[in-house]
């Protein structure tokens, strides 16, 4: 398996463009997750989706952002406009429900606004 | 809401000497998981404790999950270079929803 593939792996942008992250989850796994990490506020949830309907999204920062599961193989989230604040990794993970918890992370998108 | 923390936020130790991280909950959990994420990597899984009072071993790692189910600690015997990086907790509620420890950055020396 190829594990969450995740694109770009480095995304470097200016204030005010808009900047889409991808997220390919295992396949099978019907959960996703999308996750932003600083050195000041750790790992944080953005949103999850249970069958590509989004669960909780109230780790969602503000409007400026948005996430989409159109369907079971592909996510996005959206920054628009991005700011210098919004400099941060953006992990995407994927899991099975029915007992197995586990979350299987992706490579992680390191995204820089200036 | 409901918050996990973990502490120490750093350890710095000497290769062979021993490691503890300590992870507690502001509410009791369904189950608590621990990921390891190397400098510059991605968090891995590394085990899933369940019941109460649960100890799991994993070589020189050993995990307890605490009988009220709101504490949890990793414990790494005789430290080896390849154990640096940061070591996660998560907290399962009931709804599923996984919340995160800040993580201890682990350091060995040589």
């Known amino acids: 398996d190829a594990g969450v593939i995740q694109s770009p792996r480095h995304e470097v942008t200016e204030m005010g463009q808009e900047v889409t992250l991808r997220c390919k989850p295992i396949s099978g796994h019907n959960s996703l997750f999308w996750y932003r990490q600083t050195m000041m506020r750790g790992l944080e949830l953005l949103i999850y989706f249970n069958n590509n309907v989004p669960i909780d999204d109230s780790g969602m920062p503000e409007d400026r952002f948005s996430a989409k599961m159109p369907n079971a193989s592909f996510s996005t989230l959206k920054i628009q406009p991005s700011e210098p604040r919004d400099s941060a990794v953006y992990f995407c993970?994927?899991?099975?429900?029915?007992?197995?918890?586990?979350?299987?992370f992706g490579p992680g998108t390191r995204l820089t606004v200036t | 809401g409901q918050q996990v923390m973990q502490i120490p936020q750093y350890q710095h130790v000497q290769e062979g000497e021993d490691f503890t991280t300590y992870c507690n909950s502001s509410t009791t959990l369904s189950n608590i998981q621990w990921y390891k994420q190397r400098p510059g990597g991605h968090p891995v899984f590394l085990i899933q404790l369940v019941k109460s009072g649960e100890v799991k071993k994993q070589k020189r790692l050993t995990f307890q999950f605490g009988e009220a189910k709101k504490n949890s600690s990793l414990h790494i015997t005789a430290t080896q270079t390849t154990d640096v990086g940061t070591y996660f907790c998560?907290?399962?509620?009931?709804?599923?929803?996984?919340?995160f420890g800040q993580g201890t950055e682990l350091s060995v020396k040589p």
């Open positions: 998560a907290g399962n509620n009931q709804g599923g929803k996984l919340i």
């Open positions: 993970a994927s899991r099975t429900t029915g007992g197995k918890y586990e979350q299987y």
